[in-house]
T-cell receptor, first 115, second 111 residues
């Protein structure tokens, strides 16, 4: 089955710096890659996603890039703020359109933004 | 629109008991997926229901089961609870495509 590896497991940055989290996946049929932010005690929140027919997607300070050949995708947060501190999860939807509701998640990255 | 809701939010059960958790999806969403979240294993897919049919199943023992009703509300059941079943159980709803929106979860503690 699909396997998603996420790095780093922890990331500490100063306010205003950029943060990059990387994920690799194993199933070449995966075609949907969401990112979730989970604050302590809260539900995972979908912050951005990308489909395999797109190489890059931006939403204000957040961007995601996808390299299907290398089977990796990355989350980029610019101008980080203390409220960006949370656990970030990447995920992949394996086997393309036949596994709609199944997401395989990475292990998560604890991002800490120091004021 | 109201978000995904889950009840109860917290549960304490004893080994060997069974438990039923409930999930109400966003209005109009027909797909409900269930995940188990633990510090050691992270987020793991349990199963997904669409229009009352189980469409996908993860690698969990048969003690974990679920169902979906005609109004898209879903329940999951865990029988013969084990200590290792202590976790945050999250459900997520989707309109039918892939974007999934999570509920607040049910924190299950097995003693």
């Amino acid at each position: 089955g699909e396997n998603v590896e996420q790095h780093p497991s922890t990331l500490s940055v100063q306010e205003g710096d950029s943060a990059v989290i990387k994920c690799t996946y194993s199933d070449s049929a995966s075609n949907y890659f969401p990112w979730y932010k989970q604050e302590l005690g809260k539900r995972p929140q979908l912050i951005i996603d990308i489909r395999s027919n797109v190489g890059e997607k931006k939403d204000q300070r957040i961007a995601v890039t996808l390299n299907k050949t290398a089977k990796h995708f990355s989350l980029h947060i610019t101008e980080t703020q203390p409220e960006d501190s949370a656990v970030y999860f990447c995920a992949a939807n394996p086997a393309g359109g036949t596994s709609y509701g199944k997401l395989t998640f990475g292990q998560g990255t604890i991002l800490t933004v120091h004021p | 629109k109201a978000g995904v809701t889950q009840t109860p939010r917290y549960l304490i059960k004893t080994r060997g008991q069974q438990v039923t958790l409930s999930c109400s999806p966003i209005s109009g969403h027909r797909s409900v997926s269930w995940y188990q979240q633990t510090p050691g294993q992270g987020l793991q897919f349990l199963f997904e229901y669409f229009s009352e049919t189980q469409r996908n199943k993860g690698n969990f023992p048969g003690r974990f089961s679920g169902r979906q009703f005609s109004n898209s509300r879903s329940e999951m059941n865990v029988s013969t609870l084990e200590l290792g079943d202590s976790a945050l159980y999250l459900c997520a709803s989707s309109l039918g495509s892939v974007e999934q929106y999570f509920g607040p979860g049910t924190r299950l503690t097995v003693t």
